[in-house]
């Protein structure tokens, strides 16, 4: 079945491009009319509250999952009595699962497995970058150098606390605190010109 997502249907300001879109339930076959009437409805409505679904590819892929969803819940139980607010929450449900996956795993479903290696190789890092690595080696060997007490205060005063607070902690005087502290930062400042140079 043929279904158009509208045809420059301009709805409370939402531009709608005509495209034909065949929604399939998970076997390839036509959707059941029913359902996809009513997600076709919610249409504008997704738009307005999922804006970042531009791609009329993912749109659909969206569609026809919250459809298969709806259809396998009707042969469960039967016909769903308020079919529209079901296939909302259901539509909404599948938009934002399908929002909080990463970029990578959306390029590898979208993107084909011979493409798909040189594409991923030409994305950018978003965390363990090589700076990242470089920085947590550093941390763990600049950790390695300082001893036991010097650990403590540091980690201390990283979580804000302040140098009185400290001494009554380690039952110290906050000038021995203050010592520990510069110490661990000169180890900290040494093994960090080295690393640079």
């Known amino acids: 079945m043929q279904c158009a997502l509208a045809a420059c249907n301009v709805s409370k300001g939402v531009h709608v491009h005509a495209r034909n879109v065949s929604l399939v339930n998970e076997t390839g076959g036509p959707l059941d009319p029913r359902i996809e009437r009513v997600l076709m409805k919610m249409l504008p409505r997704f738009r307005r509250q999922f804006p970042s679904f531009r791609d009329d590819v993912a749109l659909a892929d969206v569609l026809e999952e919250a459809a298969r969803r709806i259809a396998k819940r009707e042969a469960r139980i039967g016909p769903i009595a308020h079919l529209a607010g079901y296939a909302w929450v259901t539509l909404r449900t599948v938009a934002t699962s399908r929002l909080r996956r990463g970029d990578s795993r959306l390029m590898e479903r979208i993107v084909p ?39 403590r205060v540091c980690a ?4 804000g606390f302040s140098t009185q607070q400290i001494a009554r902690s380690l039952r110290r005087s906050p000038t021995s605190v203050d010592t520990l502290f510069s110490r661990a930062k000169a180890k900290a400042r040494r093994r960090a010109a080295a690393a640079t140079s």
């Open 113 to 151: 497995a011979a493409e798909g290696a040189a594409l991923l190789s030409t994305a950018g890092a978003t965390s363990n970058t090589a700076a990242d690595v470089e920085r947590s080696v550093l941390h763990r060997e600049v950790l390695a150098m300082l001893t036991p007490s010097e650990r």
């Open 156 to 159: 201390l005063k990283a979580a």
